[in-house]
Nanobody
Framework: QVQLVESGGGLVQAGGSLRLSCVAS????????MDWHRQAPGKQRELVAR???????NYADSVKGRFTISRDNAKNTVYLQMNNLKREDTAVYYC???????WGKGTQVTVSA
């Protein structure tokens, strides 16, 4: 049974930083890309960052230069380092192996003024 468990969210002031983690269990995703998505209240879920199996990365324009995605295949874990957080980054953050349809419960990130 595949499980994805996100953690590291919380309440932070604008300009602050958080590091999210996502641990996968049940199978290895080292051969697949891993994504971070987010969903803000009243908005559709959006792709924030992707890291391929080879380590190439892509980011949404809204987070470029502020967020960094990384992975540790030995730990079956993907990370999202978020710096210079803005209020508009407030959302529930989810990781997802691509192209698999597994989702975790997400971790809440709230950025205050």
């Amino acid at each position: 049974q595949v499980q994805l468990v996100e953690s590291g969210g919380g309440l932070v002031q604008a300009g602050g930083s958080l590091r999210l983690s996502c641990v996968a269990s049940g199978r290895s995703f080292s051969l697949y890309a891993m994504d971070w998505h987010r969903q803000a209240p009243g908005k559709q879920r959006e792709l924030v960052a992707r890291i391929t199996s080879g380590g190439s990365t892509n980011y949404a324009d809204s987070v470029k230069g502020r967020f960094t995605i990384s992975r540790d295949n030995a730990k079956n874990t993907v990370y999202l380092q978020m710096n210079n957080l803005k209020r508009e980054d407030t959302a529930v953050y989810y990781c997802k192996p691509e192209p698999w349809g597994y989702w975790g419960k997400g971790t809440q990130v709230t950025v205050s003024a």
